[in-house]
């Protein structure tokens, strides 16, 4: 069992910044692909950006690309989301995911609010 908490959320007005830290339980942090899904009011979850157990980037959605950065630090079992240049639409629930071993885990999410 896996174990991801994130952190970080909060209200920040149109065109600022916020970094999300998502922290993960377990021996093998290293192994795990990690990644970002949000969710809107009303919307499905959809995919933001995942990272593989090294580090490439593998996948970034175009509606966030040239603005978030994700990355990882496995000493630390910790994956990161940079996010820059908020717009109002990037407001959602963020959650955090982890494959491993081909099971996927989830976060309790962190709210992100984007402010005019």
């Known amino acids: 069992q896996v174990q991801l908490v994130e952190s970080g959320g909060g209200l920040v007005q149109a065109g600022g910044s916020l970094r999300l830290s998502c922290a993960a339980s377990?021996?093998?942090?290293?192994?795990?692909?990690m990644g970002w899904f949000r969710q809107a009011p009303g919307k499905e979850r959809e995919f933001v950006v995942s990272i593989t157990n090294i580090g490439t980037v593998t996948n970034v959605d175009d509606s966030v690309k040239g603005r978030f950065t994700i990355s990882r630090d496995n000493a630390k079992n910790t994956v990161y989301l940079q996010m820059n240049s908020l717009k109002l639409e990037d407001t959602a629930m963020y959650y955090c995911?982890?494959?491993?071993?081909?099971?996927?885990?989830w976060g309790q999410g962190t709210q992100v609010t984007v402010s005019s």
């Open positions: 995911w982890a494959k491993v071993l081909r099971v996927d885990y």
């Open positions: 377990g021996r093998t942090f290293s192994s795990y692909v």
